[in-house]
């Protein structure tokens, strides 16, 4: 004899039916659109880990605004506008955050770790070693950054 699915049956069934849709659809890869070409500073931070920290109080170790050294960050980013997702663990936090801004007003955003890159809203991507090599000589980051723990935040809330 079979058993009648109770309500409370068909109620789980179809919320672990859209939980499981919504899953697999914010898992889809997508296609970001390129930097604007008007990028006039290139600001990177990481953690405090900096050796030569430009604002200790918001974790500023550079600011870029050498033109050519701008383009070839602008450049790398855009070779790679495909591939974008939200994990499926969440976003990782990543050590190294890139700014770039045109006319003081932050245009793009880029974050970076041993292995993957960040991009947009929670979308990341897997990264290879060559690929966090350049953007560590490009910003002029110390690369022992990427190996040491991230710090936490020591100030306490009001």
């Given at each position: 004899?079979?058993?009648?699915?109770?309500?409370?049956?068909?109620a789980a069934t179809?919320?672990?039916?859209?939980?499981?849709?919504?899953?697999?659809?914010?898992?889809?890869?997508?296609?970001?659109?390129?930097?604007?070409?008007?990028?006039?500073?290139?600001?990177?931070?990481?953690?405090?880990?900096?050796?030569?920290?430009?604002?200790?109080?918001?974790?500023?170790?550079?600011?870029?605004?050498?033109?050519?050294?701008?383009?070839?960050?602008?450049?790398?980013?855009?070779?790679?506008?495909?591939?974008?997702?939200t994990p499926w663990?969440?976003?990782?936090?990543?050590?190294?955050?890139?700014?770039?801004?045109?006319?003081?007003?932050?245009?793009?955003?880029?974050?970076?770790?041993?292995?993957?890159?960040?991009?947009?809203?929670?979308?990341?991507?897997?990264?290879?070693?060559?690929?966090?090599?350049?953007?560590?000589k490009l910003t002029?980051?110390?690369?022992?950054?990427?190996?040491?723990?991230?710090?936490?935040?020591?100030?306490?809330?009001?």
């Amino acid at each position: 004899m079979k058993v009648p699915l109770t309500f409370a049956k068909m109620a789980a069934t179809v919320a672990l039916t859209i939980t499981v849709g919504a899953c697999i659809r914010t898992n889809e890869h997508r296609t970001l659109p390129p930097i604007t070409a008007s990028i006039d500073e290139v600001r990177v931070y990481a953690e405090g880990h900096c050796e030569d920290q430009v604002d200790r109080s918001a974790g500023l170790c550079k600011s870029i605004v050498d033109p050519q050294t701008i383009s070839k960050l602008v450049v790398f980013v855009n070779a790679r506008p495909d591939g974008w997702a939200t994990p499926w663990a969440g976003n990782p936090i990543h050590k190294i955050k890139v700014e770039f801004l045109s006319a003081g007003r932050v245009d793009s955003y880029l974050g970076f770790d041993q292995g993957s890159l960040e991009r947009g809203h929670f979308l990341s991507r897997s990264a290879s070693n060559a690929e966090i090599a350049e953007l560590i000589k490009l910003t002029q980051i110390d690369p022992s950054v990427l190996d040491r723990p991230a710090k936490q935040n020591s100030r306490k809330a009001n």
